[in-house]
């Protein structure tokens, strides 16, 4: 079992940052892919980024949409998944959930454990 919180959502401008936190719980988190999704209201959720855990490399994949602006990392010993997001665009503006699976996947079947969520505001 794996118990996730995010935090660090808010309101930013448009070109702005904000870095996001996942805190988790579990003995064992890092055997675990992390993924960070969003969903914007009256879209479906949709992939942002994962990182695989780190006896697979700790590799990290983004959707095509944030490449280059954000950032996923974790720390083990922390327990803890971020996402560093970057020149934010109005667009980027949802709830953005923290997930936690066996695999790395794209899709939300991929991840089992899921968090509440954090609101991410740009505004233009």
């Known amino acids: 079992q794996v118990q996730l919180v995010e935090s660090g959502g808010g309101l930013v401008q448009a070109g702005g940052s904000l870095r996001l936190l996942c805190a988790a719980s579990?003995?064992?988190?890092?055997?675990?892919?992390m993924g960070w999704f969003r969903q914007a209201p009256g879209k479906e959720r949709e992939f942002v980024a994962a990182?695989?855990?780190?006896?697979?490399?700790?590799?990290?994949y983004y959707a095509d949409s944030v490449k280059g602006r954000f950032t996923i990392s974790r720390d083990n010993a922390k327990k803890m998944v971020y996402l560093q997001l970057s020149s934010l665009k109005p667009e980027d503006t949802a709830v953005y959930y923290c997930?936690?699976?066996?695999?790395?996947?794209?899709?939300?079947?991929?991840?089992?454990?899921w968090g509440q969520g954090t609101q991410v505001t740009v505004s233009s």
């Open positions: 990182i695989t855990w780190s006896g697979d490399g700790g590799n990290t």
């Open positions: 579990g003995r064992t988190f890092n055997s675990y892919a």
């Open positions: 997930a936690a699976g066996g695999v790395v996947g794209w899709t939300v079947s991929s991840y089992t454990y």
